[in-house]
C-alpha cells in the first residue's frame, strides 16, 4: 500500500507540475491588458539590447513573434517592412521577436537570424526572446503571432498579419494595418482579434 500510495503522489506532483508549465504557456494576453514583461531584456542581432518600454513609439508598439524557417512567416515576411514603414509613418515601434528557443542551436541561433535579416532587408528590429519568457507571459502560439499596443502599452489588436499570407496582392482584409490607421487615430478598432495562423513556436520542453 505504501508503494501505491507513493506512486499516486508522484502522479499526482507530475500532473500538477505540467499542468504549471503548460498553463503559462497557454495564459492568452487579452485585449486592453498591459502588455507584460516590460522590463525584459531584448538582444537585437545588431548586439544592442532593449525593451518594450523603450521600444514603444509615441503612439504605440508592433510586437510580431517571428522566425526563420517557418513556411508562414516566409510567406508572410514580404510585408514586415512595408508594416515598418506603415508603423514608422504613424509613430508606432516595430519588434520581431524569436522565441525559438529549442531551436537556438540551430536554425533559430543569433548567427542564423543575422543572416535571415541581412537577406531578407529587414528594417525592424530582430530581436532574441530568451527562454520563451515573452511568449509565455503573452501567450503566443505561432510564427507570426502579431500583437499591437497602444502609446500606454495596452493592447488593442492580436491576431494575424491579413486574410493571405500566400499572395499579399490577393489580400481582402488587412487587419493589421487597418487596426494601425485606427488606434493612430484615436479611434475605436472594429476587428480586435483574429486568428493567428503559423508554425507553433518552438518552446524548451520540461
Given amino acids: 500500500m505504501k508503494k501505491v500510495g507513493f506512486i499516486v503522489s508522484i502522479l499526482l506532483i507530475s500532473i500538477v507540475m505540467f499542468s ?38 509615441n503612439k504605440g508598439l508592433l510586437v510580431i513573434f517571428s522566425c526563420n524557417t517557418c513556411p508562414f512567416v516566409i510567406a508572410w515576411e514580404d510585408r514586415y517592412n512595408e508594416l515598418f514603414d506603415y508603423c514608422e509613418k504613424n509613430e508606432i515601434g516595430m519588434v520581431l521577436v524569436n522565441s525559438n528557443e529549442a531551436k537556438r542551436e540551430g536554425d533559430d541561433s543569433m548567427a542564423q537570424m543575422k543572416k535571415h535579416a541581412k537577406k531578407n532587408k529587414y528594417k525592424s528590429k530582430y530581436v532574441v526572446d530568451s527562454n520563451s519568457e515573452l511568449a509565455n507571459a503573452f501567450g503566443a502560439k ?22 493571405n499570407y500566400k499572395n499579399k496582392e490577393e489580400v481582402t482584409n488587412s487587419y493589421l494595418k487597418e487596426a494601425i490607421k485606427t488606434m493612430a487615430a484615436f479611434d475605436e478598432i472594429k476587428v480586435k482579434e483574429t486568428n493567428a495562423l503559423g508554425c507553433s513556436i518552438k518552446r524548451v520542453k520540461i
Avoid: M
Fill in 20 to 57: 504549471f508549465v503548460e498553463g503559462k504557456e497557454r495564459k492568452k494576453l487579452e485585449i486592453g491588458e498591459v502588455a507584460p514583461n516590460l522590463a525584459q531584456s531584448l538582444t537585437d542581432i545588431s548586439g544592442d539590447t532593449y525593451n518594450l518600454r523603450q521600444l514603444n513609439g
Fill in 142 to 163: 505561432s510564427t507570426p503571432h502579431v500583437y499591437l499596443f497602444n502609446n500606454q502599452l495596452n493592447l488593442a489588436y492580436k491576431g494575424a498579419i491579413d486574410d
